[in-house]
């Protein structure tokens, strides 16, 4: 064997993820068929196998729940895991405007053209979402990566926690 060959995947990029508002839900709701994946994913990022984003966009959700106490238990697991947090920008409204404007999400669905919008400004590589009613869906997957080209922005890919995980055994 040639002392050059890489062994494994030590010298792949780390990916840089989105973590959008329904991903959190999804770490406590022990029922859904999502969470073994999302659990699994936040502990890969405890490992620091990722390099995970969230916006104020998610914290402003967050703090929407009604429960006190589910409220904070959701808002911890943004301290818990040390997930990054994206600085908020003109761009973020403008291309969230674009998205609306051709049709990829509807006005009253604004919250989730704002999480796509920043994770692509700030040229993360995944946005991981639960989302399948607005965000994980082909239509949007097709437009965003569309849309993103035509403003210069990179492809992002919308996945759900399952296509992220390393851990084959969930």
Request: proline share 2%; aromatic share 10%; glycine share 2%.
């Amino acid at each position: 064997m040639h002392n050059n060959v890489r062994r494994g995947c030590e010298h792949v990029k780390k990916l840089k993820i989105y973590l959008e508002t329904s991903i959190f839900g999804r770490y406590f709701e022990k029922e859904e068929k999502e969470h073994k994946a999302t659990f699994r994913l936040f502990e890969e990022i405890k490992q620091d196998k990722y390099e995970a984003y969230a916006s104020v966009y998610v914290l402003t959700e967050l703090k929407k729940t009604k429960e006190k106490p589910r409220r904070l238990k959701l808002l911890s697991l943004i301290k818990d895991y040390n997930i990054n947090f994206l600085e908020t920008s003109e761009e973020d409204e403008r291309l969230m405007k674009i998205y609306i404007k051709e049709g990829m999400i509807p006005k009253s669905k604004e919250d989730d053209a704002f999480h796509i919008a920043s994770a692509s400004i700030n040229n993360l590589d995944l946005i991981v979402s639960v989302n399948f009613q607005d965000i994980n869906k082909l239509k949007v997957k097709k437009m965003v990566k569309f849309i993103n080209k035509r403003e210069g922005y990179e492809e992002i890919k919308i996945v759900e926690p399952m296509e992220v995980v390393v851990d084959e055994k969930i």
